[in-house]
């Protein structure tokens, strides 16, 4: 359970609850200066922009119904089967959706390691933005490979994990890519049906000089020639891996090498070139 962090939105005068539940719904209980006629609106943060980049032609804006639950206290229901299409979602009160709402208690035990459904995977976990407003974190993936446990070795990275939607083939391979550019190196995946284990090594990435930060992308192949599914981690109740899942790097002559998860909890792998030695010492 996490409780509310921030106090720099003083605009915000209405703070909500929010119960998070393992198939993607979420209740929403406000407190303070809300108007009785007013709705929860949830926005998609760039609006048309982001549907635009994403491709998925989903609406930017939810709005939900404010229904009495008690004194002083006012509850919308986001549903599991409303659509949320992936990206960051304000959340917000008023008539028209102009008054931002603050973070109170956030109960999200319900999404630690939690199971999905059949079909599209679906993961949304609401939680307080830099500025201490509330917001819903959504992702959308169909299919879907949710990293696991990961082991980090002196000069390779093992991930085990788990495929939805989609099944491993015999020639199952996973595949990093190097982000703005054309490299890639590709490894043996072993398992079967769902669960899956590779080991990258770091070498073949710094096979060229590293003479600046490289983010080399993890993609899973259920077969050779399949379509990458994106190896992420979303099954639980962490919206921002990148300073919770902290692993060891490896460093080698001219390169550093780290696992990582990304602002959008997708797993890679971060190539930095090596300090520079002090010739003094």
């Known amino acids: 359970m996490n409780g509310p962090i921030g106090r720099r939105a003083s605009s915000a005068v209405c703070v909500a609850d ?107 976990v609401p939680y307080p933005t830099g500025d201490g407003r509330l917001a819903v974190r959504s992702w959308v993936r169909a299919p879907h490979a949710e990293a696991g446990t990961v082991r980090c070795e002196q000069d390779t990275t093992t991930v085990e994990g788990v495929l939805y939607g989609a099944e491993l083939g015999q020639d199952a391979q996973a595949e990093a890519r190097l982000r703005g550019g054309d490299r890639t190196h590709r490894v043996a995946v072993t398992g079967r049906g769902e669960v899956f284990t590779f080991t990258l090594p770091y070498g073949p990435l710094a096979a060229k000089p590293v003479e600046e930060r490289q983010w080399w992308d993890l993609w899973l192949l259920p077969t050779r020639d399949a379509a990458g599914i994106r190896i992420s981690r979303i099954l639980d109740d962490v919206w921002d891996k990148r300073g919770i899942y902290v692993y060891p790097g490896h460093g080698a002559d001219g390169w550093l090498a780290a696992p990582c998860y990304t602002g959008d909890n997708d797993f890679c792998v971060r190539l930095d070139p090596a300090p520079a030695t002090d010739p003094a010492r």
């Open 18 to 124: 929010c119960i998070a539940d393992s198939a993607g719904g979420i209740t929403f209980d406000i407190t303070g200066d809300a108007r009785p006629d007013a709705v929860l609106v949830l926005r998609r943060r760039g609006g048309r922009a982001a549907a635009a980049a994403a491709g998925d032609g989903a609406d930017d804006e939810v709005r939900l119904p404010l229904t009495g639950a008690g004194k002083s206290r006012l509850r919308a229901v986001l549903p599991s089967t409303v659509e949320l299409a992936e990206g960051h979602w304000d959340v917000r009160t008023g008539v028209s959706g102009e008054q931002p709402v603050r973070p109170g208690v956030r109960d999200v035990r319900a999404l630690v390691d939690r199971i999905p459904g059949a079909g599209r995977v679906a993961a949304r």
